[in-house]
């Protein structure tokens, strides 16, 4: 099915149509319009495919397209024409039989503008099929957008129209509606790959009307064209459904509401219960939060299903059987419907908190349990607190960031102080909360704060934790690009997200929204530094991050025996059992959503509802090396069938994971008993009672390691067994980046080489003492080197200094390598090289051209050649002896000062102290040329009473002074000195000519003579 598109509609405020290719031309191809996109782009391009089909094409940030026929003068209109005609080939938009009229533009992102156009075939629109033009303030492409048609057309109508919206109206009447009208809207084409539905219905034509009865019934209804079928009919009236019960603080059991127990529906009317009338209208509000920011319905995401439909049913007032207080004093979503105990319904901030844990349930399941459980409750309170701003009511300040503080016992967080109620406001606060009894599901109602902090910073700005926000909200109390920044994170993260994953999403969709809905890049800088002031990215200070070492003792260095992560094929390097799978193509624990430490792939075990003893083994025994430090490091993410006793604290740890070798014969080694970083802890329960296993939560990744050296000698199979049993199941246990390595003794000098104490001089060989290695068979390799840079070939422990290296460091790097350990030595000599310096001489002196210099025309000197090549060669031009400012390049073009003037030009070698100077002296600089045409010239009519004027031609260089002087016959004219000249009676019967100077300071003056006129009368 092909992806549709969808974009605000825009206001009807043009039409026109592009023209249509002919039926019969050949397919076009989207490579040229692609083609044409990529050449006149400077940077990369965002394109995206749905199948065969190009969907959309966009220019990220830091790339600009240039159309050459378009400029920022260019209309809107022309200037989305222009890109259609342009580059409209990348998405077919010039396929044949395909025209495209412009229904609308509105303003868009940045100051630009948007155009849609709707593509009809053969005259007749197609439903859904558009392409839309994005284009900058500069009138330049930024995107296309197209969902469009591969039909070639339909065959003519059958039905008429009228026919067809007595069918239309039918629809309605027959369910007992009246007052119908329909509004015609013409004859449209259905294809339903351009709208997401069924493919069996077919490419038709259909007649398409709004069909209405009062305010209340608003439906699309499409007819087919030939057969008189109804094939569409959607309500377009967006609402939504919601009931609300009243427990009136009765103790009874949690069940959600239902239509025949409700006591407020949608029916009209409200309630005379306070608690009653607030939940519903706050749902209501929430529901219009969603469906405003991201057009999402939330009857249709969360509602309870029902016999009427689905439902957002809330229950208020409520008071749950046990030990809980009455009135109850908390809300929840049960993955069902929202309850609330008495006053909490009347917080529309509690209200969208409880329904936003429905959505994430429905979206992204995000764990609740440890970071990713505060993610959940952060994202909860913040679409709370966005309700509440939007839904601002008496009392309610822009500048109060409490959550709940409408309750009976007041707010019960603070977004924009969380500490002021016990919260860490950023990962190393002391006050995040381990929370190792789990009696808050890992801290999920404290460490929410870290989020909390990071949207109040993101929206208002402010300076926290040294760094200096600028709000993305300013301005604007709906707050909306913090709504459509967050919820779209929150649609974009995994089931298990922790907050270093957070700022990732966070960052990722702020950077996707530049030039949506106002979002710039300074936007996504604000985020970047209130994710840097949270500290997201951070381990927290109380719960760190528990990474074992993979280190050798001192004097050893690690080699690899076993790696999950090398080869192509890593899936082959272990054997699992049933129930066992590798991310992300397994299925199981799919739904969870956690994938990897490192790299896309990891080893995953259920953890089931069932006893069950699983295990992964190498596919290959390890042959562990007698005498030497060997271990198995492996990093694992675990969440194990568990539970604390509330009374008292202690856990039960009912499933788990253990680690074990098992030898060739098939034994089976535990290894909780070797030595561990961050090893086993948990004692399970039957029917593995007393085992030593990882259980409960790792609370995000943990790299463990184990000492295997009493292996020494043995060829096993690194093994993890999943153990469970009969009761509840949980996620289970993640494996990756799986080492085991051995410590072999590191190669090291025992005896260092030297060089000898004197400065070395030139023409005297230099050696290095040969180094003493505590191993045996290593190697000794040389590289002799001049300040640090080697020296081609010069790979022996001896070697003769040679002038170039007077006055410069020798060194040599001596390397001793044995198998794959390399120790570079590097022995420098105690002084710079030193000699007698070689004089520097001229070896070809430098010359000026024989002939003499001109005023504008270049002069050059030719460049030495000296006896060291390299020396530095510098120029200094002089006029008489004097130096000419800026000058000082082997090249000079005299000017006019120049003329009559001798030129020289001092050029001087510098070869490190030393410097050699030499003179040429050129001839007298001569006046330069005026370049003219041969003549001058004339134009206007001989004739009396009228004027002639003075033709010059092309002139060079400019500037040039010009002076007149016109001729009757061989006699100049009194008087006639300007570039015209008026013919008078006198001039009758005369010829008329005309004579021009040009003259220029440093040049000869040049004069040219036009042909003469008869003046006849």
Same mark, same amino acid.
């Given at each position: 099915?092909?992806?549709?598109?969808?974009l605000?509609?825009?206001?009807?405020?043009s039409?026109s149509?592009?023209?249509?290719?002919?039926?019969?031309?050949?397919?076009?191809?989207?490579?040229?319009g692609e083609?044409?996109?990529?050449?006149?782009a400077d940077?990369?391009?965002?394109?995206?495919?749905?199948?065969?089909?190009?969907?959309?094409v966009?220019?990220?940030?830091?790339?600009?397209?240039?159309?050459p026929t378009?400029?920022?003068?260019?209309?809107?209109?022309?200037a989305?024409?222009?890109?259609?005609?342009?580059?409209?080939g990348?998405?077919?938009?010039?396929?044949?039989?395909t025209?495209?009229?412009?229904?609308?533009s509105?303003?868009?992102?940045g100051g630009g503008?948007v155009?849609?156009?709707?593509?009809?075939?053969?005259?007749?629109?197609v439903?859904?099929?558009e392409?839309?033009?994005?284009?900058g303030a500069?009138?330049?492409?930024?995107?296309?957008?197209?969902n469009l048609?591969?039909?070639?057309?339909v065959?003519?109508a059958?039905?008429?129209e009228?026919?067809?919206?007595d069918?239309?109206?039918?629809?309605?009447?027959r369910s007992?509606?009246s007052?119908?009208?329909a509004?015609?809207q013409g004859r449209w084409?259905?294809?339903?790959?351009?709208v997401?539905l069924d493919?069996?219905?077919?490419?038709?034509?259909?007649?398409?009307?709004e069909?209405?009865s009062?305010?209340?019934?608003r439906?699309?209804?499409?007819?087919?064209?030939?057969?008189?079928?109804?094939?569409l009919?959607?309500?377009?009236?967006?609402?939504?459904?919601?009931?609300?019960?009243d427990?009136?603080?009765?103790?009874?059991n949690?069940?959600?509401?239902s239509?025949?127990a409700?006591?407020?529906t949608?029916?009209?009317?409200?309630?005379s219960?306070a608690?009653?009338?607030?939940?519903?209208q706050?749902?209501?509000?929430?529901s219009?939060?969603?469906?405003?920011?991201i057009g999402l319905?939330?009857t249709t995401?969360?509602?309870?299903?029902?016999?009427?439909?689905?439902?957002?049913?809330?229950?208020?007032r409520?008071?749950v059987?046990?030990?809980d207080?009455?009135?109850?004093?908390?809300a929840?979503?049960?993955?069902?419907?929202?309850f609330?105990g008495?006053g909490?319904?009347?917080?529309?901030?509690?209200?969208?908190?409880?329904m936003?844990?429905?959505?994430?349930?429905?979206?992204s399941g995000?764990?609740?349990?440890d970071?990713a459980?505060?993610?959940?409750e952060?994202?909860?309170?913040?679409?709370?607190e966005?309700?509440?701003?939007?839904?601002?009511g008496?009392g309610?300040s822009p500048?109060?960031?409490?959550?709940?503080?409408?309750?009976?016992?007041?707010?019960l967080?603070?977004?924009?102080?969380?500490?002021?109620h016990h919260?860490?406001?950023r990962?190393?606060?002391?006050r995040?909360a381990?929370?190792?009894?789990?009696?808050?599901s890992g801290?999920?109602?404290?460490?929410?704060?870290?989020?909390n902090r990071a949207?109040?910073?993101?929206?208002?700005?402010?300076?926290?934790?040294g760094r200096?926000?600028t709000?993305?909200?300013?301005?604007?109390?709906?707050l909306l690009?913090?709504?459509?920044?967050?919820?779209?994170?929150?649609?974009?993260i995994?089931?298990?997200?922790?907050?270093?994953?957070?700022?990732?999403?966070?960052?990722?969709?702020?950077?996707?929204l530049?030039g949506?809905?106002?979002?710039t890049a300074s936007?996504?800088?604000?985020?970047?530094?209130?994710?840097?002031?949270?500290?997201?990215?951070l381990?927290?200070?109380?719960?760190?991050?528990?990474?074992?070492?993979r280190?050798?003792?001192?004097?050893?260095?690690p080699?690899?025996l076993?790696?999950s992560?090398?080869?192509?094929d890593?899936?082959?390097?272990?054997?699992p059992a049933?129930?066992?799978?590798r991310?992300?193509?397994?299925?199981?624990?799919?739904?969870?959503?956690?994938?990897?430490?490192?790299?896309?792939?990891?080893?995953?075990?259920?953890?089931?509802?069932?006893?069950?003893?699983?295990a992964?083994l190498?596919?290959a025994?390890?042959?562990?090396p007698e005498?030497?430090?060997t271990?198995?490091a492996?990093?694992?993410w675990?969440?194990?069938?568990?539970?604390?006793?509330?009374?008292?604290?202690?856990?039960?740890?009912?499933?788990?994971?253990?680690?074990e070798?098992t030898?060739?014969?098939?034994?089976?080694?535990?290894?909780?008993?070797?030595p561990?970083d961050?090893g086993?802890?948990?004692t399970?329960?039957?029917?593995?009672a007393?085992?030593?296993?990882?259980?409960?939560s790792s609370r995000?990744?943990v790299?463990?390691?184990?000492?295997?050296?009493?292996?020494?000698?043995?060829?096993?199979?690194p093994t993890?067994?999943m153990?469970t049993?009969?009761?509840?199941?949980?996620?289970?246990?993640?494996?990756?980046?799986?080492?085991?390595?051995?410590?072999?003794?590191?190669?090291?000098v025992?005896?260092?080489?030297?060089?000898?104490d004197?400065?070395?001089?030139?023409?005297?060989p230099?050696?290095?003492?040969?180094p003493?290695?505590?191993?045996p068979g290593?190697?000794?390799?040389?590289?002799?080197?001049?300040?640090?840079v080697p020296?081609?070939g010069?790979?022996?422990?001896t070697?003769t #200094?040679?002038p =170039? *290296?007077?006055g410069t460091r /020798? &060194? +040599? !790097? $001596?390397t001793?390598k @044995?198998?794959? %350990?390399?120790v570079?030595?590097v022995?420098?000599a105690s002084?710079d090289?030193?000699?007698?310096?070689?004089?520097?001489?001229?070896?070809?002196?430098?010359?000026?051209?024989?002939?003499?210099?001109?005023v504008?025309k270049?002069?050059?000197?030719?460049?030495?050649i000296?006896?060291?090549?390299?020396?530095?060669t510098?120029y200094q031009?002089?006029?008489?002896?004097?130096?000419?400012?800026?000058?000082?390049?082997?090249t000079y073009? #005299?000017?006019? =000062? *120049?003329?009559g003037?001798? /030129? &020289? +030009? !001092? $050029?001087t070698?510098i @070869?490190a102290? %030393?410097?050699?100077?030499?003179?040429a002296?050129?001839?007298?600089?001569?006046?330069?040329?005026?370049?003219?045409?041969?003549?001058?010239g004339?134009?206007?009519?001989p004739?009396?009473?009228?004027?002639?004027?003075?033709?010059?031609g092309?002139?060079?260089?400019?500037?040039i002074t010009?002076?007149?002087r016109?001729?009757?016959?061989s006699?100049?004219?009194t008087?006639?000195?300007?570039?015209?000249?008026l013919?008078?009676?006198g001039d009758?019967?005369?010829?008329?000519s005309?004579?021009?100077?040009?003259s220029?300071?440093?040049?000869?003056?040049?004069t040219?003579?036009?042909?003469?006129?008869?003046?006849?009368?």
């Open positions: 099915m092909r992806r549709v598109l969808a605000a509609c825009a206001s009807a405020l039409v149509l592009l023209a249509q290719s002919p039926s019969g031309s050949a397919a076009p191809d989207p490579d040229d083609r044409l996109l990529r050449s006149d940077g990369p391009l965002r394109i995206e495919r749905s199948g065969a089909d190009t969907t959309f966009g220019t990220p940030v830091g790339t600009d397209v240039d159309n378009v400029s920022r003068g260019t209309s809107v209109s022309a989305a024409r222009a890109h259609l005609t342009r580059y409209g990348a998405v077919e938009a010039d396929r044949s039989g025209g495209l009229v412009e229904t609308g509105s303003e868009g992102a503008d155009v849609r156009y709707r593509q009809e075939i053969a005259g007749v629109p439903l859904g099929a392409v839309v033009v994005s284009v500069d009138r330049e492409l930024t995107s296309l957008n197209a048609s591969r039909s070639a057309g065959r003519p059958a039905v008429t009228s026919m067809a919206r069918v239309a109206e039918g629809v309605l009447r007992g509606i007052d119908v009208r509004a015609d084409i259905l294809d339903p790959a351009a997401g493919p069996a219905i077919g490419v038709r034509g259909v007649w398409r009307f069909v209405r009062g305010d209340h019934v439906r699309l209804v499409l007819v087919d064209d030939r057969s008189g079928d109804v094939v009919d959607i309500d377009l009236i967006q609402g939504i459904d919601r009931i609300v019960c427990q009136a603080n009765v103790r009874t949690v069940v959600a509401c239509s025949a409700a006591v407020r949608e029916a009209p009317g409200g309630s219960t608690d009653v009338e607030a939940a519903f706050n749902a209501g509000a929430v219009d939060f969603y469906r405003e920011v319905d939330l995401a969360i509602g309870l299903p029902s016999a009427q439909g689905r439902k957002l049913a809330s229950t208020v409520v008071c059987t046990g030990p207080s009455c009135p109850y004093d908390n929840f979503w049960n993955g069902q419907a929202m609330y008495e909490y319904a009347a917080a529309d901030d509690v209200v969208g908190h409880e936003t844990h429905g959505v994430i349930e429905r979206t995000l764990l609740y349990w970071e459980g505060a993610i959940n952060s994202l909860a309170d913040i679409v709370g966005l309700v509440d701003h939007r839904n601002a008496p309610d500048t109060d960031w409490q959550l709940g503080e409408d309750l009976p016992g007041g707010a967080r603070d977004m924009a102080d969380p500490t002021l919260q860490p406001d990962m190393t606060s002391p995040w381990a929370d190792p009894s789990y009696e808050d801290g999920v109602h404290t460490n929410s704060g870290v989020g949207f109040q910073l993101i929206s208002q700005g402010g300076t926290f934790n200096t926000v709000g993305i909200d300013a301005g604007d109390p709906t690009k913090s709504a459509t920044l967050w919820l779209h994170t929150m649609a974009a995994t089931a298990f997200t922790e907050y270093a994953d957070l700022a990732n999403v966070l960052d990722q969709t702020c950077t996707a530049i949506h809905r106002g979002f936007n996504c800088t604000a985020v970047r530094y209130a994710v840097a002031a949270t500290e997201m990215a381990p927290p200070a109380t719960d760190p991050v528990k990474d074992a070492p280190t050798c003792p001192a004097g050893s260095h080699r690899t076993l790696d992560e090398s080869g192509a890593q899936a082959s390097l272990f054997g049933a129930g066992w799978g991310t992300p193509e397994t299925v199981v624990n799919s739904a969870y959503g956690v994938s990897a430490y490192s790299g896309d792939t990891a080893w995953v075990a259920a953890d089931p509802a069932t006893p069950v003893t699983r992964l190498s596919a025994p390890v042959v562990v005498g030497q430090s271990y198995l492996f990093r694992h675990h969440l194990f069938d568990f539970s604390i006793d509330p009374s008292n604290g202690v856990g039960y740890w009912w499933d788990g994971g253990t680690a070798m030898a060739v014969d098939g034994t089976v080694y535990p290894l909780w008993d070797h561990w961050f086993p802890t948990r399970l329960q039957a029917p593995n007393g085992r030593r296993a990882f259980g409960g995000g990744w790299g463990s390691r184990v000492d295997i050296t009493a292996f020494g000698g043995m060829s096993v199979r993890f067994t153990r049993d009969s009761s509840y199941g949980a996620p289970g246990w993640y494996l990756d980046d799986i080492l085991v390595y051995t410590c072999d003794r590191t190669l090291a025992d005896v260092a080489p030297v060089l000898p004197a400065a070395p001089h030139v023409g005297l230099l050696t290095v003492s040969e003493t290695w505590n191993l290593a190697t000794t390799s040389h590289q002799w080197r001049r300040n640090g020296l081609a010069m790979t022996q422990a070697y #200094p040679v =170039a *290296d007077v /020798l &060194s +040599v !790097v $001596v001793g @044995l198998d794959d %350990q390399v570079p030595l022995v420098t002084a090289v030193e000699t007698d310096a070689v004089p520097l001489t001229i070896v070809s002196a430098p010359t000026l051209p024989a002939t003499a210099p001109r504008g270049v002069y050059a000197v030719t460049a030495p000296w006896n060291d090549p390299g020396t530095i510098t031009w002089r006029r008489d002896g004097v130096a000419i400012a800026g000058r000082t390049l082997r073009t #005299p000017v006019a =000062a *120049d003329a003037r001798r /030129l &020289s +030009v !001092v $050029v070698g @070869l102290d %030393q410097s050699v100077q030499l003179t002296t050129s001839g007298i600089v001569a006046r330069g040329l005026l370049v003219a045409p041969k003549t001058a004339l134009s206007g009519t004739r009396v009473g009228r004027r002639l004027a003075a033709v010059r092309t002139w060079a260089p400019s500037p010009y002076s007149y016109w001729f009757r016959g006699k100049a004219i008087g006639a000195t300007g570039s015209s000249y013919l008078r009676k009758k019967g005369f010829r008329i005309v004579r021009i100077t040009g220029k300071s440093g040049y000869t003056a040049v040219r003579t036009s042909g003469s006129v008869l003046v006849r009368r």
